[in-house]
């Protein structure tokens, strides 16, 4: 992997795009963010968060892939009365993240300190974001292309609307085994 590329800020999270992921994180008050990508072992490699746009940071990781673990420290300043507890030793999880791996247990490591920041690295213990891929493959399904003035969108209720079928078996009525019948399918 070479070191982060600017990147975009928006889609938020990390978005793997089949040659590497862009990664985004929001922090208004932040002055550095780092990734921080593990190996199997645990092993971590941090990278500067180059771009920013307004409050978001952001950065782009050539050659990283689905399964990729990572997390993010964050500088800014310490002064809890204003709410900021920006403490770099303490990995932070994506909040968009799709994927965790490992336990949030109560662990002294993971504690940031209250009125002085805890120093400690907890990045051992603490639970890790985890790259996805959204790729699915449609094999020869293909969109309908329905223009929007004649798609209709039909809402039913899954248990009220066959509840009152009167083509359905009574002692099915209100349960999900109605749903795959002929006579639901093609309404």
Known sequence: MTQL???EATPHGATYDGHGVNFTL????????????????????????????????HGYLAGARPGLRYGYRVHGPWQPAQGHRFNPAKLL???????????LK???????GHDEPDYRDNAAVAPKSVIISDHYDWED?????????KT????????????LHPELPQQIRGTDQ??????MVAE
């Open 5 to 7: 590329a600017i990147g």
């Open 26 to 57: 929001f922090s208004a008050h932040a002055e550095r963010v780092e990734l921080c990508v593990f190996d199997s072992r645990g092993n971590e490699r941090r990278y500067d968060l180059p771009g920013r746009r307004g409050d978001v940071w």
């Open 93 to 103: 999880l994506d909040p968009y993240a799709r994927r965790v791996e490992g336990e």
């Open 106 to 112: 109560d662990h002294p490591l993971l504690h940031g």
């Open 141 to 149: 399904d293909a969109a309908p292309r329905t223009p929007w003035g």
């Open 152 to 163: 209709v969108i039909y809402e039913a209720h899954v248990k009220g609307r066959p509840y």
């Open 178 to 183: 109605e749903l795959g019948r002929p006579v």
